[in-house]
C-alpha cells in the first residue's frame, strides 16, 4: 500500500513513468471489469482506455485515504459504465473474434469464447449490484473489503450480494444452456 | 443457520479456492453440512472467473498503450504552457484595458460577456474572463469565477449544438472541462472556509441566466451579492452553487440533445458526460474539503 501511495503521489507530481506503471497494474482488471458490466468485449476496450484518459485528467483531485487507488480507478469505471449504458440500450452484439485467445488451439478458442459468451451474457441477467460484485470478485479479482470499498457498502453486504449474485448467476447460466 | 453465516462460509470456500489455490473438494471437506448447497456455487463461481478472464486483443492494448503515453507526454507539455496562449494577442490587449482601465463596466464588456463563439467578441469574452481569473487573488474568489465560467460554458454548449456546430461543442467542452478541473484543485487547495469567508466575491461578473429553473428544491440565487454568508460559509455557498448548476446544466444540455441536429448529437453526447463527471468530482472535492 505504501509503495502504490508513492506511485499515486509520483504520478500526481506528472511523473508519467509512475502513471505508466499504475495504468499497465490495473488496465486488464479494469477491462474485465467493464467487459462483464456491459456485456460487450470490443466496447470494453473503448471504455476502459476512456477511464485512463479520464484519471489521467483528474488524477489531481485524488486524494489519499488508506484506500487502493483501484477503488478510485474502479468508480470512475463504474460511471463510464453507467454513462455507457444509458446512452445504448445493451446489445447482444457477438464477442466476434475480439477475444485474445491463450492458445494454438482454434476449437479449445472457439469453445471458451462460447463459455465468455456464455457468462457475459448471463451477467446481464442480474440485478446492478450482484453484477457489480461479480465483477469485482472473480473478474478483477478484489478481496470482499475491496469491493465493499470500491461499492461503499459493508463486508456483510457485500457478502450477501455475493451469494445471491452467484445463484442468480448460475440460474442464468442454466437457463442459457437449456435454450441451446 | 442463519444466511448470514451461511454467507461467511461461502466467502470463505472462495477465498480458499480463489485466492489460497484449495481444490474444490477440500473445501466441501471443510464444511459436510453445507457440501450439497455450497458444491453448485463453487462451481459456478470457478467458471465465471475462468470464462471471465479475458484479455484486450494484444494489438489493442500496444495502441491504447501508445495513445496513453502520448496523453501523458502532452499532458506534461500542457503544464508549461502559458495560460494566455490561448487567445489572439489584440484580444488580450483589449481584455486588460475593458478590465483594468475601464474597470469592468460598459458596453463593450457587456457586450463581450453575451457574445457566443463565433461573435468577433467571443476572444475578448475568453481574455476578459482569464484577466479577471487572474486578478481574482483568493482561492475561494477564484473558484467562484470558475463555477461561474463552467455554467457559462454550458450555455454556449447548448447554444452552438443548437445551431448544430458538433466543432464548436466539441471545442467548448474542453474549454468546460478545463475549468471544472481547475475548480476541483482550487476547492482541494482551498484555505479553509474561515480564509474564504472574507474574500470579496470578484466583482462584476455575474453570469447572465442560462440555466432554467430547477424541478425541485431551493434555487441558490445566481452570482454571489445575494447568499447570505453570514449565516452560511463560502465553501457551503459554493457547494450549493455547483450542485444547482450540476443538475440544471445536467437537464439544459439533456434538453438541448432532444432539440440538436444529428450532427451535432455525438459532440453534445461526449459534453454531457464531461459535464456530469466534472460536476461530480467537484462536489467530492468539496466534501472533502
Known amino acids: ?180 | 443457520m442463519t444466511n448470514k453465516e451461511f454467507d461467511n462460509i461461502l466467502n470463505d470456500c472462495l477465498e480458499r479456492l480463489l485466492v489460497k489455490g484449495e481444490s474444490l473438494e477440500q473445501c466441501l471437506e471443510r464444511y459436510p453440512a453445507q457440501a450439497a448447497e455450497l458444491k453448485p456455487l463453487l462451481e459456478t463461481a470457478l467458471a465465471a472467473r475462468e470464462a471471465a478472464a479475458i484479455q484486450p486483443r494484444p494489438d489493442f492494448k500496444a495502441q491504447a498503450s501508445y495513445q496513453f503515453r502520448s496523453a501523458l507526454e502532452e499532458r506534461a507539455a500542457g503544464k508549461s504552457r502559458s495560460s494566455w496562449g490561448w487567445f489572439p494577442r489584440w484580444a488580450t490587449v483589449v481584455a486588460i484595458v475593458l478590465v483594468l482601465v475601464l474597470g469592468g463596466g460598459g458596453g463593450t464588456v457587456a457586450a463581450a460577456d453575451s457574445s457566443m463563439p463565433g461573435s468577433p467578441l467571443y476572444p475578448v469574452k475568453l481574455a476578459t474572463e482569464q484577466v479577471r481569473l487572474t486578478l481574482t487573488l483568493s482561492q475561494m474568489g477564484k473558484a467562484r469565477l470558475c463555477a461561474e465560467l463552467a455554467d457559462e460554458r454550458v450555455a454556449e454548449i447548448a447554444y452552438m449544438a443548437d445551431k448544430g456546430d458538433a466543432e464548436q461543442v466539441v471545442i467548448i467542452t474542453r474549454r468546460l472541462e478545463d475549468k471544472l478541473d481547475l475548480l476541483v484543485v482550487l476547492v482541494g487547495g482551498s484555505e479553509g472556509a474561515n480564509g474564504v469567508l472574507l474574500a470579496p466575491p470578484p466583482a462584476a461578473t455575474a453570469p447572465p441566466t442560462t440555466a432554467p429553473p430547477p424541478a425541485e428544491g431551493p434555487m441558490p440565487q445566481k452570482g454571489w451579492g445575494g447568499i447570505d454568508e453570514s449565516a452560511q460559509n463560502g465553501t457551503q455557498a459554493l457547494r450549493d452553487r455547483v450542485a444547482y448548476d450540476a443538475a440544471n446544466n445536467q437537464a439544459l444540455l439533456n434538453e438541448a440533445l432532444d432539440k440538436a441536429p444529428e450532427r451535432a448529437r455525438e459532440a453534445l453526447r461526449r459534453a454531457i458526460v464531461v459535464s456530469e463527471d466534472g460536476y461530480e468530482e467537484v462536489l467530492e472535492a468539496l466534501e472533502q474539503s
Open chain 1, 1 to 180: 500500500m505504501q509503495d502504490e501511495e508513492s506511485l499515486v503521489r509520483r504520478a500526481q507530481q506528472n511523473d508519467q513513468e509512475a502513471f505508466a506503471q499504475l495504468y499497465e497494474e490495473h488496465f486488464d482488471r479494469i477491462y474485465r471489469y467493464i467487459a462483464l458490466k456491459i456485456g460487450d468485449a470490443v466496447e470494453a476496450e473503448d471504455l476502459t482506455q476512456q477511464v485512463f484518459l479520464n484519471s489521467l485528467r483528474s488524477i489531481s483531485s485524488f486524494r489519499w485515504k488508506g484506500r487502493p487507488f483501484s477503488a478510485w480507478l474502479y468508480r470512475i469505471a463504474h460511471n463510464q459504465v453507467v454513462d455507457y449504458l444509458r446512452k445504448k440500450k445493451r446489445s447482444d452484439l457477438p464477442l466476434e473474434e475480439t477475444l485474445a485467445s491463450g492458445s494454438d488451439d482454434p476449437q479449445r478458442d472457439a469453445e471458451r469464447r462460447l463459455d465468455i459468451e456464455q457468462v457475459l451474457a448471463a451477467a446481464q441477467k442480474l440485478t446492478e449490484a450482484q453484477r457489480e460484485v461479480i465483477s469485482l470478485r472473480f473478474t478483477s479479482e478484489l478481496s470482499i473489503a475491496q469491493v465493499a470499498e470500491v461499492m461503499g457498502k459493508s463486508q456483510g453486504a457485500v457478502k450477501a450480494l455475493q451469494h445471491s449474485g452467484i445463484v442468480a448467476l448460475r440460474r442464468a447460466l442454466m437457463v442459457t444452456e437449456n435454450d441451446e
